[in-house]
């Protein structure tokens, strides 16, 4: 725990070291970069190791299994916040997906709904607050958690007690349920990890930049209107 939290301190002093001309989106650019430098140290020393025994020992259809499990639960969060968001239909449709997969895909380890029609969405309540007129605020790269915003970082906390972590009671249970959900999904970037490598001059901007580019996508539903730069 020392070594880790040295870790982090020199990330950040790096990070805080950092000089030259500051986007407008990232006044905490600093801070971030050391955070941002921190995480992937992180992921070098620990997650991507676990990851990649994740991706060896457990066998592709349990993998989806997992993914399936996962995803079913988070239709509970998007139900909510899309009837949040005045979209009862999408929220009926994912409220449907959960119902199904839950009894008759065993508890969500297959995807039987999506065959039948129920198509599945994307909503937090990060993008809630954002329909509600709630602007990103400045750029937020979390320590062990990765990027965000000044909206969304408390967000995070709200979504969580909508999954799974308010109907367990059990510490062991949801840690163990939590520590395997990071690991899976660290296990399916690996694929876009390569073409991260090859495309990024600077990791930091590239990923900054694409995140909050689709983060501003998924607030409008894939439709968002035109900044006053792009006109």
Known sequence: MVRLAALFLAALLTGCATTGERDSRDPW???NRGSFEFNEKLDQVVLKPVATGYMKIVPGFAREGVNNFFDNLEDINTT??????????????????????????????WDVATPLGLEKHYEDFGQTLGVWGVQS????????????????????????SWYYGSAIDNNTIYWSLWGLDKVRIRANLF???????????????????AWLQRRRSMVY???PPKLKEDE
């Open 29 to 31: 650019e600093g801070f």
């Open 80 to 109: 909510l916040n899309n009837f949040l968001q005045g979209k009862p239909k999408e929220g009926a449709s994912d409220l449907g997906r959960f119902v199904v997969n839950t009894v008759f895909g065993v508890f969500g380890l």
């Open 137 to 160: 605020g400045p750029y937020f790269v979390i320590p062990f958690l990765g990027p965000s915003t000044a909206r969304d970082a408390p967000a995070r906390v709200v979504d969580v």
């Open 191 to 209: 694929q876009a990890e390569g073409v991260l490598q090859e495309a990024a001059l600077d990791k930091y901007s590239f990923i900054r930049d």
């Open 221 to 223: 539903d894939g439709n």
